[in-house]
């Protein structure tokens, strides 16, 4: 999940819980504020070991998902591993 500032995650006790049960479940918070981290195939390559093994929700609108797949994809990821739901503000 990426935000500008930490206060823009919803839900983020209810996410942190989720992620604490769910022993196959991996969340990233990438606070922009913060940290100043981007999508790219080198984030994603430095957070997850074998990228190609992963399937991908992705939910963003259409500007960012864009940059989200053309990440994942240089990194050997096929398309039939990554779903998303479309939404704009």
């Known amino acids: 999940m990426a935000v500008n500032k930490r206060q823009e995650i919803p839900e983020l006790n209810t996410l942190l819980k989720i992620d604490s049960e769910m022993e196959n479940l991996i969340l990233h918070f990438l606070v922009y504020e913060e940290d100043q981290a981007l ?3 080198v984030y994603f390559k430095s957070n997850l070991p074998n990228p190609q093994e992963y399937r991908y929700h992705i939910c ?3 500007a960012v998902r864009k ?3 053309k990440a994942i994809g240089s990194l050997g990821v096929k398309k039939s591993v990554i779903h998303y739901e ?3 503000f």
Do not use: I, L
Request: a neutral charge; proline letters at 8%.
């Open 39 to 41: 999508f790219s195939g």
């Open 60 to 62: 963003s609108s259409p």
């Open 67 to 69: 940059v989200v797949v």
């Open 86 to 88: 479309a939404f704009t």
